[in-house]
């Protein structure tokens, strides 16, 4: 089946069909309200792996890997079994773009920036720094051209991309050093991937990619100056407060961070046409998931942080976000430059952004105004 056939699929009523399961409805229910007898009675279970870059049942994250192997597992009535594997359980969290492209495992989750090594594109369906909120990156990946765009990026290497959670804005990260000007970034050394990496580069930092389960020490240790990693949800669970002075604000490098479940093309192919359908719309369903769940959770983690640790929160300086935005715009434009599908997926994701930017203006960006005056 071609790669586009399976954008057809989402938001038909393959979704609707498994949602019952999804709700948690048992096949024989299922069958009682649909009366079609279940194809799981005569379906040898399909066994399959996923690979994350993620520790092991780290909230939000890593619980969002296990919530989307449940849903895919109730979905198909118990055809297809996943059994999850965090970071450095069955291979290295770096490694995972390899290990499903190889056949290892048959899913990977972790976020495309991370694979920057394998494609300059792919970094735009993970982050963009002044980029897309998560609900514009939704809409251009859904309905903008983004996620053919991606599955053409991904197809080289037999592998079928889905997008499978976000973040929303994130946190611009922890610092142990007051940040006050432009000055104050030069050789800092910070744990910062993808573009945003990038950009402080330019500014005159030192970016580090470092998992996320060797942050609290290199922190603690003085390996790294500062770290980014999500927002107060995962940032509390990380204990970042024991390890660093200052909590900056906002996420520049990340307003709205795609989490992605890889697939190995010849093993979604090699399965019945309605077990694709699910595992398609499975992930859309965790991409949902997971992002009101961070909403909801961060908002209950920043109080802890604020009023029961007494962290310091602070904005980055106007002035500062400004020469990020300006060395962002330049950094994109040069990578984008370095190849034709980079560049036409930049200016897909660029000209999506002025156009949803006009309408946020007088919507989203007009309201949140309003309801800030209203509540003082």
């Known amino acids: 089946m071609k790669r586009r056939q399976f954008l057809g699929q989402l938001g038909k009523g393959a979704l609707l069909s498994g949602a019952g399961l999804a709700a948690g409805c048992k096949p024989a229910e299922q069958a009682s309200q649909t009366g079609v007898a279940p194809a799981a009675a005569t379906f040898k279970p399909v066994k399959w792996k996923m690979v994350t870059t993620w520790p092991k049942n780290f909230p939000g994250l ?12 109730r979905m198909s009535g118990g055809r297809i079994e996943v059994k999850v594997y965090g970071a450095g359980e069955l291979v290295p969290a770096f490694e995972v773009f390899d290990a499903v492209r190889q056949g290892t495992a048959q899913l990977g989750h972790g976020s495309a920036y991370y694979w920057k090594g394998k494609s300059e594109a792919a970094q735009f369906f ?18 903008g051209g983004g996620m053919e765009l991606w599955q053409e990026t991904y197809a080289p290497f037999g592998l079928m991309p889905m997008a499978a959670g976000n973040t929303g804005v994130q946190m611009a990260g922890w610092f142990n050093r007051e940040i006050n000007s432009l000055e104050d970034l030069q050789g800092l050394k910070m744990r910062i991937p993808g ?3 990038e950009v402080l580069a330019r500014a005159g930092g030192v970016p580090v990619n470092l998992p996320g389960g060797e942050l609290f020490t290199a922190l603690q240790s003085g390996a790294i100056d500062a770290t980014e990693w999500v927002g107060p949800y995962n940032d509390l669970a990380f204990g970042f407060y024991k390890a660093a002075k200052y909590y900056y604000y906002p996420g520049w490098h990340e307003p709205g961070t795609t989490l992605e479940c890889m697939v190995n093309q010849a093993a979604l192919t090699a399965l019945p046409q309605e077990l694709q359908d699910i595992m398609l719309n499975a992930a859309r369903v965790a991409n949902q998931n997971m992002l009101t769940e961070y909403i909801a959770r961060n908002n209950q983690a920043l109080q802890t942080l604020l009023n029961e640790h007494h962290v310091d929160m602070r904005p980055l300086p106007d002035a500062v976000l400004s020469r990020l935005q300006q060395l962002s715009d330049e950094v994109v434009a040069e990578v984008a430059a370095k190849d034709a599908l980079s560049q036409r997926v930049n200016d ?8 949803v930017t006009a ?11 309003a309801r800030a005056v209203n509540s003082i």
């Open 126 to 143: 993970s982050a963009v720094p002044f980029g897309l909120t998560a609900a514009e990156m939704n809409a251009w990946l859904y309905h």
């Open 348 to 355: 897909s994701f660029q000209a999506f952004r002025k156009q």
């Open 62 to 73: 890593g619980t969002g890997a296990n919530y989307l192997a449940e849903l895919i597992t």
């Open 359 to 369: 309408w946020h203006d007088i919507s989203e960006r007009a309201y949140l105004n």
């Open 195 to 197: 573009l945003g990496g």
